[in-house]
């Protein structure tokens, strides 16, 4: 590690990251999964924690091919925040999927495409990916 690594390393804070896919099919609806360990909003988009030498769009990948058997391009990012955790960000991309939804992992209950009035109450930085990643799409007129 160069010197000047170690020496901010001790004084600068670390933070976890953590990325989250908004894809969407063809009929507009967004993917959404039930997770085992968020409640109270246990429904949201999915993703996962980003690990060391990855890169999120890497990390997004891997996580969307573990918990769901799913391949994904990922696109863009749509939104960078901190979902609400200190020392932590999370970065939303828009992704297209490569193929179905597989078999769940054991950290998902379930998964199922939501639009409008049909979506759950979700993690505020879920909420806002979303919307952020729908508004972007309707400005551009982008098609999946």
Do not use: Y
Not at 105 to 130: C, I, K, N, T, Y
Request: glycine content about 10%.
């Amino acid at each position: 590690m160069p010197l000047g690594m170690r020496l901010l390393r001790p004084t600068h804070a670390r933070f976890t990251a953590g990325v989250v896919g908004v894809v969407q099919n063809e009929a507009g609806a967004v993917l959404l999964v039930e997770h085992v360990f968020h409640a109270p909003d246990a429904w949201g988009l999915p993703g996962g924690w980003i690990d060391r030498h990855e890169t999120p769009q890497e990390a997004l990948k891997r996580e969307m091919r573990e918990e769901l058997g799913l391949e994904v391009t990922v696109l863009e990012p749509v939104l960078v925040g901190h979902g609400g955790l200190s020392a932590h960000i999370d970065i939303a991309f828009w992704c297209r999927a490569e193929n179905e939804v597989g078999r769940l992992s054991a950290e998902l209950l379930d998964h199922r495409w939501a639009a409008g009035s049909d979506l759950p109450p979700m993690p505020p930085f879920h909420q806002a990916a979303v919307s952020a990643a729908l508004s972007r799409r309707l400005c551009e007129g982008t098609d999946i």
